[in-house]
């Protein structure tokens, strides 16, 4: 069955660090989407990929889509503490949304 | 403009027994997903209302329905509650399905069921 896949599970950086977390689907996606998810809080969305190869960015945010539609990564270019949470994909096809498992990512100071 | 709002937030059940969440999407919003999270399986997709019509179901058992009202506003139920439902129950609501401006989601309901 359909299956999005995200690695790594956990991350620890130090701030100033890069961080980047992967996302790959079994299946092609027609568009891909990212959440972050604060301790505590509730999925907030990023943003969303649609294009083949599409290559978007929100300042030290970097995110990409496949040239295939099966994969895409999230890369954070020197993190901050803020940046602290849960970075999800989800993954559209069919029109049903599957997320990844998630990548944990803690900065320390 | 207010977010999505989710009833309750807290909620305490006993095996067996039935719930309702409840779910208000932002003004204008007219889809409505519900999504089980639980630190074992993760978020796992429930189902999505458009214009109160059903658009997909996730792999949940039939004790899972809902449904959409004419306001866009969204009930869960849970039916014969077991202890492996406890979990925080969110709502994502969004203009139309596969929204480029994605899915906004609620607070959620945590459930636990005893």
């Known amino acids: 069955g359909q299956q999005v896949m995200q690695i790594p599970q956990y991350q620890h950086v130090q701030e100033g660090e890069d961080f980047t977390t992967y996302c790959n689907s079994s299946?092609?996606?027609?568009?891909i989407q990212w959440y972050k998810q604060r301790p505590g809080g509730h999925p907030v969305f990023l943003i969303q990929?649609?294009?083949?190869?599409e290559v978007k960015k929100q300042k030290r945010l970097t995110f990409q889509f496949g040239e295939a539609k099966k994969n895409s990564s999230l890369h954070i270019t020197a993190t901050q503490t803020t940046d602290v949470g849960t970075y999800f994909c989800?993954?559209?096809?069919?029109?049903?949304?599957?997320f990844g498992s998630g990548t944990k990512l803690n900065v320390k100071p | 403009k207010a977010g999505v709002t989710q009833t309750p937030r807290y909620l305490i059940k006993t095996r067996g027994q039935q719930v309702t969440l409840s779910c208000s999407p932002i003004?204008?919003?007219?889809?409505v997903s519900w999504y089980q999270q639980t630190p074992g399986q993760g978020l796992q997709f429930l189902f999505e209302?458009?214009?109160?019509?059903?658009?997909n179901k996730g792999n949940f058992p039939g004790r899972f329905s809902g449904r959409q009202f004419s306001n866009s506003r969204s009930e869960m139920n849970v039916s014969t509650l077991e202890l492996g439902d406890s979990a925080l129950y969110l709502c994502?609501?969004?203009?139309?399905?596969?929204?480029?401006?994605?899915?906004?989601f609620g607070s959620g309901t945590r459930l636990t069921v005893v």
């Open positions: 994502a609501s969004s203009l139309e399905p596969e929204s480029l401006y994605g899915y906004t």
């Open positions: 003004s204008g919003h007219r889809s």
């Open positions: 209302y458009f214009s109160e019509t059903q658009r």
């Open positions: 989800a993954g559209d096809n069919f029109n049903k949304f599957y």
């Open positions: 299946t092609t996606l027609s568009n």
């Open positions: 990929l649609v294009k083949s190869g």
